[in-house]
């Protein structure tokens, strides 16, 4: 199964029950459009170096397609298509008024220089600048690229349309970025990490939470979770994982990350099988790398009691089905990450008005939306005794349905 087929199969879950028919299930699936383009870039040796890039737009009914850009070896179509079905899902699912998109460059980020990512950018932008726009496509960070990447974005984009600091989000703050985007993200995935510990009776403070991925997503996750008295006692990156059960000090590993760029060689945890991390005995698990994480097997070794997909389409549907049946709860990726695309649209409310909003009224808005749609998934799960994750899609796909058959076909 590869990653479209899997997104499409918990489409389906909640769309049976919605009783849709099979023309509008085409509709809903199918993406609106797909852009393949070569991006070719001088490289430091003075050879060409030939990239693929992609942009999958997948639905707009609601609203301007909105998603990330991911740069990373593993970018191809299929992936690119199921990252932008989710993002339909997610807008619509904390009810913010965007459509879903997603795209990004095969490379290899970490071999790369910042002269040859800008250029590489640059290229990227060149070739896809009459795709996107404020009102039709709005790129944002995703694995593999940051702030400074959208800043490069929005200065090549100016050079055809003018000043247009609204075609991008998650933009360094210094240039029309917001106060809190950079962190929203994991700001989100404490959020309704809390919401749903106090549901299960439970409470952040001394809870142990493992994290898969110490990027931006899992960094901030771990220290707004720290912050509020949890127990980070795993973690994990692309180069190894490290384990400490008194509790690990997240600010300290953040700098260490930073000057060192992974989490080996921190002091103050002993290292660990990466693949053990997975199958920590903790009360939260968040996955926070890539996608296509947990399969059967893996999804029956977890000890967890609860996880938090804060990367995207971490489970596979059949792992999914092994924590339905164990009555491991999972709060799904397109409620559990939302609260990026949540602040990325306050950024560009910002940018439109050209007009600034503090950091607490950043934080405040996003807080409410997410936990909002927190209970409110939760209850219609409750309410109709299905998982958090197809409750989501049910939401998510009946506003979208809604919003076609109004506009019309
Ligand atoms: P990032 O590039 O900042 O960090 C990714 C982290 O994952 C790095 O620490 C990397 O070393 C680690 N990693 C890569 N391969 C790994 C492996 N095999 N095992 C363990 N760790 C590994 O990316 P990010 O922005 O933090 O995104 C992480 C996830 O969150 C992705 O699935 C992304 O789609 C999702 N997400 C990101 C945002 C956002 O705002 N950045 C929003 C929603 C969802």
Redesign the pocket.
Known sequence: MQAFEATSHYFDQAAKLLDLSDNIRTLLITPDREVRVEVVIEMDSGQIGNFIGYRVQHDNSRGPFKG?L?Y?PKVDEDEARS?ASLMTW?TALVDIPFGGAKGGINCD?TKLSKAEIERLTRKFTEKIHDIVGPVKDIP???????AQVMAWIMNEYGKYAGFTPAVVT?KPVELHGSAG??A???YGVAIVTREMLSRMGRSVGGSTVAI?????????TAKFLAKEGAKVVAV????G?LRNPEGIDVEALARH?SSVR??VGFEGAQPMP?ED?LKSDVDVLV?????G?FDKAGAEAVRAKLIVE?????TWPEADEVFNARGIPVIP?ILA?????IV?YFEWVQNLQNFRWPLEQVQREEEKKLTDAFHDIYDLAERKKISMRTAAFYRAIARVGRAHALAGI
């Not at 944002?140 to 940051?146: E, F, I, L, S, V």
């Not at 994990?236 to 180069?239: H, L, N, T, V, W």
């Open positions: 990330g991911r990373h990252l997610k980020p944002a960070p995703d694995m593999g690229t940051d998650g985007r950079e929203a993200t994991g898969q991925g110490f990027g931006n997503v899992g960094s901030f994990s990156d692309a180069y994982a990350v992974k989490v990466a991390l996955p926070a790398a890539l996608g994480v804060a990367a995207n389409g971490p990726d990450n939302a609260g990026g695309v990325s």
